[in-house]
């Protein structure tokens, strides 16, 4: 289980990797979109909220008025994301701003190797799949610090302030485009944006790019008794609860488990569980356990 659980967290970097590889999990044991029709005992369904939560749901023995089981876990973890138009040039360099998604210790995230993951809606409507940083091979990013004798003011400060957050800024490039114009190396790097993947920059506006570590799990200690990863609060949990549900046959009351994005955030936004698309579930989960009831009252 071990070895799984670290495959796990490395297919599961992001949110919508995460949704990715527990639907796609489930589908392999049997698991259908809940739809229209009747659902009986040991029928294995599931939902997807825009790409990034999940329910999933094995429907038990008992009535649904005897009650459900229902476990929930997060799978968005802490990390940072590009703001919509993030790139710029200084000294040389190209830059891409971003701004910090959860609660991090921002000089954690200094000088490490960082991976690009997420999606990309061009002007024409097609979708553009970003995973960069992860196979061998890959390019990886990071974000500049100062070296130890150049930093005596940086270290003389406190631990939350040593670093702002408007300087965890991904390091993306640096050689320049032919010319001699100003921003040569800002353009390079939208040249092969665009030749390798068609984005322009006006794309990055309708994009969703997240900055993550970009080392995988590993074992830790000489008796490898603990996990070193990115991402393990929540997905610790996310991984039992999906291994938990995806085995269950059939349960004595129904088993549900609730996959919920945005916790890092105040469980904000439409694929937190601030909004509704848990109690629609249940509404359409009755509906096809008991026919014809009215569930709005």
């Not at 044991?29 to 029928?43: K, T």
């Not at 300087?167 to 790097?189: D, F, H, Q, Y």
């Not at 996959?259 to 439409?270: I, L, T, Y």
Request: charged letters at 25%.
């Amino acid at each position: 289980m071990g070895e799984d659980y670290k495959q796990f967290l490395d297919a599961c970097k992001t949110e919508r990797q995460a949704v990715a590889t527990i639907v796609g999990g489930a589908e392999r044991r049997g698991f259908r979109p809940l739809g229209a029709g009747r659902l009986a005992p040991g029928d294995r369904v599931y939902v997807v909220n825009r790409g990034k939560a999940a329910i999933l749901a094995v429907i038990g023995e008992r009535p649904p008025e005897d009650g459900l089981n229902i476990i929930g876990a997060h799978i968005d973890a802490p990390r940072l994301d590009l703001k919509p138009r993030p790139l710029y040039e200084e000294e040389g360099l190209a830059l891409a701003k971003t701004h910090y998604y959860g609660g991090i210790k921002k000089y954690q995230w200094l000088a490490i190797p960082l991976a690009l993951h997420g999606v990309v809606i061009l002007a024409d409507g097609e979708k553009k799949e970003l995973a960069l940083g992860e196979a061998p091979g890959d390019p990886v990013f990071t974000i500049t610090d100062l070296l130890p004798h150049l930093a005596k003011d940086q270290m003389d400060k406190k631990m939350a302030d040593a670093v702002p957050g408007e300087n965890l800024n991904l390091l993306v490039g640096s050689i320049p485009a032919p010319g001699e114009e100003k921003g040569r190396v800002k353009r390079a790097v939208l040249d092969h944006l665009y030749r390798v993947y068609g984005i322009t920059e006006e794309d990055f506006v309708s994009a969703e790019l997240e900055a993550v570590p970009a080392w995988r799990a590993a074992d830790v200690g000489f008796d490898r008794s603990l996990v070193g990863a990115y991402g393990q609060d929540d997905r610790a949990c996310a991984y039992a609860l999906y291994r938990a549900v995806t085995e269950s046959e059939r349960p004595a009351h129904t088993a549900v488990a609730l996959f919920a994005d945005k916790e890092e955030v105040g469980s904000r936004g439409n694929t937190g569980m601030g909004a509704r698309y848990f109690e629609d579930f249940v509404a359409e989960l009755l509906a096809g356990l008991a026919p014809g009831a009215d569930h709005l009252t």
